[in-house]
């Protein structure tokens, strides 16, 4: 019932940006605190940015101040916009609840930071 799916990653050289989408079907997502996530090769699976239904946000240090989130409850999907992305952004991302659900994981979309 529920779909989470993730688009709008690619190969970008550093300093570059790209805006992830996530759009959802058997959620609304006005209603839903949402996340980004990303699991880069090694690590685990970290939190990268929240939105709360309310429109509190919360950012993983390491992104502060060139990630944005936001939703768009028409199209009920929320979006990642990522400026001067380094290697280390290198990761699948994932969009879920907040906290994440395990059965709400979708495929991801992999975003690679190189020169």
């Known amino acids: 019932q529920v779909r989470l799916v993730e688009s709008g990653g690619g190969l970008v050289q550093p300093g570059g940006s790209l805006r992830l989408s996530c759009t959802a079907s058997?959620?609304?997502?006005?209603?839903?605190?949402m996340g980004w996530y990303r699991r880069a090769p090694g690590n685990e699976r970290e939190m990268v940015a929240q939105?709360?239904?309310?429109?509190?946000?919360n950012y993983v240090d390491s992104v502060k101040g060139r990630f944005t989130i936001s939703r768009d409850n028409v199209r009920n999907t929320v979006y990642l916009q990522m400026n001067s992305l380094k290697p280390e952004d290198t990761a699948v991302y994932y969009c879920n609840k907040s906290p994440p659900r395990r059965d709400y994981w979708g495929q991801g979309t992999q975003v690679t930071v190189s020169s």
């Open positions: 058997g959620i609304t997502l006005r209603i839903s605190a």
């Open positions: 939105i709360s239904s309310g429109g509190n946000i």
